[in-house]
């Protein structure tokens, strides 16, 4: 397989993907403890954790639209710097309403840089390793997410609220990075990337306008100077509507404006895609995140073995990542989300009912490997549905399927575990899985390989 150069861009992205995520892993530990001392019971609590991933999802479809409308690399930079901002707010809080608002205002942030940098990353990367960027990116996070709490466990003595000033230190050193290192024509609407670049078009037109009169053929006749299939008299003359060529595009697959959800949704893919985020979001970045501290007490009472069992997962998925991009982009989408699904489904569904601490923590190693060939599979999925058009609005809906998942799973399955016991709600959250996967295998029988 031959090996392919990732432009700066994406090393930019996930250096700051590495850095933020650090910050992230540093807060995530202390957020709930800190809103404890401030008076909050425990379900108030997990609503400041849900506030975040609820303005997130309310705020998605007005990031896709900034993103197109303003170009993704000052929408990563204006959302970075909102989190940033609401990140030192929290840490001065002194009242739980305020924590609460300060978070959601952070979620709001988070939106618009994510589907900044996704929708970037898969704008820059070559057109066969969409899959190996969308890695790399995961990879980032990763690495921040396993470092992040085992340096918030030396920086404990420091207080509740020093975690949230080093994250907002952070995401300013990734704006930081970001506003430096990647030009600002990267990801930039066509029409805003500078007096340069429309004077070579200019030029170009011109050139192509001058070989076209050459020719002696008759105006309709097919001509490879005119792959538009316009009348080339009018081509020639400037008479070709705007809703004229972008017909002659749709009509010719030569597009480049902007995806609508609707269009997106006509590919089974995107429909499948949403159905498995969705499982995901609901699994790995809701229910696991907040179900299995509380299982791992009823286990034992021994306090390292909860950050063991998400430590496992995240082990798990870091080995996964290595290899998944470059598998996603070879073999096709769908044979590795039907696995990795099938793969999570199955060890998650046996997850409540394990009494031993050793086979937890092997049991959430393996999911992890399944939830590393899901991530990137999913967003590589996306971009091939979305090929060379400007997809920020489809990214978007996608981010907001994981979204709603995130939101509902904690609420749903700790509601089911209160009721039934840690067995049936992870039963049914692996059955998701399961389910998603079985969605993949019968709508995601088209080729999806990387363009």
């Known amino acids: 397989m031959p090996k ?6 994406i090393w930019v992205l996930v250096a700051s993907a590495v850095i933020v995520s650090l910050g992230f892993g540093i807060v995530a530990p202390v957020l709930t403890i800190f809103a404890s001392t401030l008076g909050a019971t425990t379900f108030q609590a997990g609503v400041v954790v849900s506030a975040f991933a ?53 979620g709001v942030g988070s939106v618009i840089f994510s589907v900044s940098a996704m929708s970037l990353i898969f704008r820059v990367a070559p057109a066969g390793a969409r899959g190996r960027a969308s890695a790399l990116y995961g990879a980032g996070w990763l690495v921040g997410n396993i470092g992040g709490p085992a340096i918030g466990a030396f920086i404990t003595p ?14 300013f ?11 600002p024509d990267a990801g930039a609407r066509p029409a805003r990337v500078g007096r340069l670049a429309r004077a070579r078009r200019a030029s170009a037109r011109v050139k192509r306008a001058a070989r076209r009169l050459t020719f002696r053929h008759a105006a309709s006749a097919p001509n490879p100077t005119n792959p538009l299939g316009l009348e080339r008299s009018a081509v020639e003359a400037g008479a070709v509507s705007a809703s004229e060529r972008a017909a ?4 010719t697959g030569v597009n480049r404006s902007p995806m609508s959800v609707r269009e997106a949704w006509a590919d089974r893919r995107f429909r499948a895609v949403l159905v498995s985020s969705f499982a995901e979001g609901w699994t790995d970045f809701g229910v696991r995140v907040s179900l299995v501290p509380l299982l791992a007490a009823a286990v034992t009472s021994q306090a390292w073995v909860a950050g063991g069992i998400m430590t496992a997962f995240a082990v798990g998925n870091g080995l996964a990542l290595i290899r ?44 992890g490997i399944g939830a590393g060939f899901v991530m990137p599979s999913q967003q590589g999925a996306v971009a ?9 609005r489809v990214f978007s809906f996608f981010q907001q399927a994981g979204d709603l998942g995130q939101i509902l799973g904690p609420v749903a399955a700790g509601w089911i575990a209160d009721v039934t016991g840690f067995g049936v709600a992870f ?14 295998y019968v709508l995601g029988r088209v080729d999806t390989r990387a363009a």
């Open 248 to 251: 002659a595009e749709v009509r």
């Open 324 to 367: 998944a991009g470059v598998w996603s982009d070879y073999y096709g989408r769908r044979p590795l989300l039907v696995a990795g699904l099938t793969l999570s489904g199955v060890f998650t569904i046996g997850f409540g009912w394990i009494g031993s601490v050793w086979l937890l923590i092997a049991a959430s190693f393996l999911a």
């Open 54 to 106: 609820l303005t997130r999802l309310v705020f998605a479809p007005l990031s896709g639209r900034l993103s197109t409308r303003f170009g993704e690399r000052s929408m990563y930079m204006l959302g970075i710097g909102l989190v940033g901002v609401s990140s030192v707010a929290a840490g001065l809080a002194n009242d739980y309403s305020h924590l609460v608002l300060y978070r959601g205002l952070g």
């Open 173 to 183: 050193v990734a704006m930081f990075l970001v506003g430096v290192l990647i030009r």
């Open 4 to 9: 392919t150069t990732m432009p700066r861009e």
């Open 427 to 440: 039963a049914i959250t692996g059955a998701m899985m399961l389910i998603s996967a079985a969605v993949w």
């Open 384 to 392: 091939d549905v979305v090929g060379a058009r400007q997809g920020s």
């Open 158 to 171: 420091l207080g509740y609220r020093a975690p949230f000033f080093i994250y907002a230190g952070s995401l």
